[in-house]
């Protein structure tokens, strides 16, 4: 549904989904399932594309009950590890969550760096944060 209805915007150098609220959005409010979603539509997105690659893949689901977005950002299959092991989305999450002209609210919950939940009134200038600072 994500890919035949293009609910997913390229940003550079990776490609954003923000799933809406419905009741199958529930499902992906844990981080395993919403990182295996996240790989599965960078694969089919790469297929889609007819990339030789999978892009990486931004990819947040809305936690109505908390006013949050759980956010993930994988590198697409294929691609976990790179270079020296990292994740750049960790680091992107990170700069974009201390920058204070972002002005987002983010929290880490979980030991993973490219996991972190954001307020959903701050979801779009954290992405704008992730833009500016993701190095991959």
Known sequence: SIITSKAYTR???FYKVVMRDSIETELFTHV???TKLALFVA?????????????PV???????????????GVLG???HVRGAGRNPFGKAFAS????????????HES?????????SDDLQNFVQGVVLNYDG
């Open 96 to 107: 974009a969550a201390r920058d204070r002209t972002i002005k987002a609210r983010v929290a």
């Open 11 to 13: 940003l550079g150098d």
């Open 32 to 34: 395993q399932a919403l």
């Open 43 to 55: 694969d089919a997105l790469r297929e889609a594309k007819a990339l030789k690659e999978s892009l």
């Open 77 to 79: 299959s294929g691609r």
């Open 111 to 119: 030991f993973e760096a490219s996991v972190c939940v954001v307020a």
């Open 58 to 72: 931004l990819m947040a689901a809305p936690r109505i009950d908390k006013k949050t977005h759980l956010v993930v």
